[in-house]
Structures are given as structure tokens and as C-alpha cells.
């Protein structure tokens, strides 16, 4: 059984935004990401972790969630590794550019 080897962070909100009418919550995009991202490489190589940028848990989610908030980021933001990935409405083919990048094959 393969080891977990990558966390992928989703910041948004619970609140759609105005402009985000008919997109899916942050929280909504976290979910869907996770069981692409398991039907792809399976469900033990990446776990997706939904972080409301309101109330972040860490310091590390504190600071970032501070930085969306601030910066006027679009959520959800996706971060691997401390880098933003997409903004807004992700698009999974950039999601696994990403992973692909840092050596995770599909």
C-alpha cells in the first residue's frame, strides 16, 4: 500500500462570491478535486485538505488565508507545496502539471 505523499490545500469560503454564482462552494471544489484526483492516482498518494480562509486552524493556513484575503486572491485558491496552482475555478489539467512537476506520475 502506497504511503500518503502530497497534501493539497483548497482556501475559499463558505460564501459564494456574487461573481461565482454557478460555480461549486470552495468547499464543494476540495471534494470533487479529491475523488478526481483519487480516480487518477489512487486514494492513498494525495489528500486534499479544505481550509475556510475565515477561520484557518494553523499558523501556516492563518498567514496564507491572511494573504487571500488581502491579496484579493480567487477562491478557491489550490496550493501544492506552498505555490498557488489555480485560482478561482481550478482546472485539473493544471492540477496535474503541477503534481506532475514535483514527481507525481499518473
Known amino acids: 500500500m502506497e504511503d500518503l505523499q502530497v497534501e493539497i490545500c483548497v482556501y475559499g469560503a463558505e460564501q459564494i462570491c456574487p461573481s461565482c454564482v454557478n460555480l461549486p462552494s470552495s468547499r464543494e471544489t476540495a ?5 478526481a484526483l483519487d480516480r ?3 486514494s492513498r498518494i494525495i489528500r486534499v485538505r479544505y481550509i475556510d480562509i475565515h477561520q484557518p486552524e494553523g499558523e501556516k ?3 496564507f488565508s491572511k494573504r487571500v484575503i488581502e491579496e484579493d ?3 478557491p485558491v489550490v496550493v501544492i507545496q ?3 496552482v489555480a485560482e478561482g475555478n481550478p482546472k485539473l489539467k493544471d492540477i496535474y502539471a503541477a503534481l506532475e512537476k ?3 506520475a499518473g
Open 31 to 35: 471534494e470533487w478535486l479529491q475523488a
Open 40 to 42: 487518477k492516482y489512487g
Open 61 to 63: 493556513e492563518k498567514s
Open 73 to 75: 486572491l480567487w477562491y
Open 82 to 84: 506552498d505555490q498557488i
Open 102 to 104: 514535483i514527481g507525481i
